[in-house]
T-cell receptor, first 116, second 111 residues
């Protein structure tokens, strides 16, 4: 199994809603990532978890709250988002980028989020 | 910080034509990755290059990393409509976990 699975594929939410994005991989990878991608822009790193601990937070607003319940799962909790947060949210995983470079990232197909 | 530039920004070619996409770094690259993305979808890994002068091929796609490890090219031979998409180069920003992308090249292949 070389897949990273993201759910839901599409999400529409209001600014007062609370929702969660989910990501799952069963490749035994110990590093997991959240990226945000606006239209016609490259993905931008948001968070990195390494061995279930948050290792990088790229100054992301607190209305985005990541969670890594175990080594296979990664969540992104959303609360009080703004319309400008509408984007494609991509999850990725890799073997163990905390210890070395040159590791391939495996990406999920993303969640297309629209904030009304 | 590791900044990546790509050229061209977009490219439209006739099916069957060859094309080249370039990725340039302001710093020495310790690992250079090429990904392909269909609009609104996830990224598909194409190739990773590590050594200066390295060249890898997969089907009709060839990627090279120059000797100085600051520039990479992606060459597609006899392009097909299935090659259409956004091609992104990526590299490590720092040692370890911070992986960043170039701005991408949008490729359209006309049948």
């Amino acid at each position: 199994d070389t897949e990273v699975t993201q759910t839901p594929k599409h999400l529409v939410m209001g600014m007062t809603n609370k929702k969660s994005l989910k990501c799952e991989q069963h490749m035994g990878h110990r590093a997991m990532y959240w990226y945000k991608q606006k239209a016609k822009k490259p993905p931008e790193l948001m968070f990195v978890y390494s061995y279930e601990k948050l290792s990088i937070n790229e100054s992301v607003p607190s209305r985005f709250s990541p969670e890594c319940p175990n080594s296979s799962l990664l969540n992104l909790h959303l609360h009080a988002l703004q319309p400008e947060d509408s984007a494609l949210y991509l999850c990725a995983s890799s073997q163990d980028r905390g210890r070395s470079t040159n590791e391939k990232l495996f990406f999920g197909s993303g969640t297309q989020l629209s904030v009304l | 910080s590791q900044e990546l530039e790509q050229s061209p920004q977009s490219l439209i070619v006739q099916e069957g034509k060859n094309l080249t996409i370039n990725c340039t770094s302001s710093k020495t690259l310790y690992g250079l990755y090429w990904y392909k993305q269909k609009y609104g979808e996830g990224l598909i890994f194409l190739m990773m290059l590590q050594k200066g002068g390295e060249e890898k091929s997969h089907e009709k796609i060839t990627a090279k990393l120059d000797e100085k490890k600051q520039q990479s090219s992606l060459h597609i031979t006899a392009s097909q409509p299935s090659h259409a998409g956004i091609y992104l180069c990526g590299a490590d920003k720092n040692y370890g976990q911070n992986f960043v992308f170039g701005p991408g090249t949008r490729l359209s292949v006309l049948p």
